[in-house]
């Protein structure tokens, strides 16, 4: 449990606030459905809106987690996994996955 701490001690504001948006977008869920001449369209609203600050939160973190001299692969492995999981929580709110 130490590491995790550690880990988390070493980010910035931006950066944590990433990641709990990142978790977010997997436990709230807002969805709506729409059918209309038999096309369906299901769109997660808090999944793409969740998604979406977890890319922009993520990628203005960017230049601290390129540039920091210390802590520098904690910092890229938040960056890493903020712009991933962004990804997939905006396909998510899109219905591709």
Do not use: C, D
């Not at 709990?20 to 969805?31: D, H, K, S, W």
């Amino acid at each position: 449990m130490e590491k995790v701490s550690n880990f988390w001690s070493y980010l910035s504001s931006l950066q944590k606030g990433s990641l709990v948006t990142a978790l977010l977008g997997f436990i709230i869920n807002i969805t709506s459905t729409v059918s209309s001449g038999g096309v369906t369209v299901h769109r997660n609203w808090s999944a793409l809106i969740l998604g979406i600050l977890t890319l922009l939160l993520g990628l203005a973190s960017a230049p601290e987690a390129l540039r920091s001299p210390e802590h520098r692969n904690e910092k890229l492995i938040a960056l890493i996994i903020a712009v991933v999981v962004g990804g997939i929580h905006i396909g998510r709110g899109f219905g591709v996955f």
